[in-house]
């Protein structure tokens, strides 16, 4: 009789392995999503200035809706951050 070689049985993968990799993924994952969305702590005794290239937009004759456009180049002038919340206001003066 030729010589056998015994397969020893495998044992299973212990459970708290993929718990500690899922926990470790975890950690990373979280992490680079709290750098990416981090924003740094605005400086102190900054004034924001926003600066208009026009203030009036005159479009003279339209026919009743007919779509116009205006295009406002917007700057910010000051040391501080500008930020822009809401929606702008548009008002019209003349017109029905």
Known sequence: MGKRQLKQPQRPRARWRKVLLGVAALIVVGGAAGWWLWEPPEASGGTPRLVVDRAVQDFGYVRFEAPVRAVFMLANTGDGVLRIVGVP?????KGC
């Not at 206001?89 to 003066?93: A, I, N, Q, S, Y």
């Open 89 to 93: 206001r548009v008002e019209v003066v």
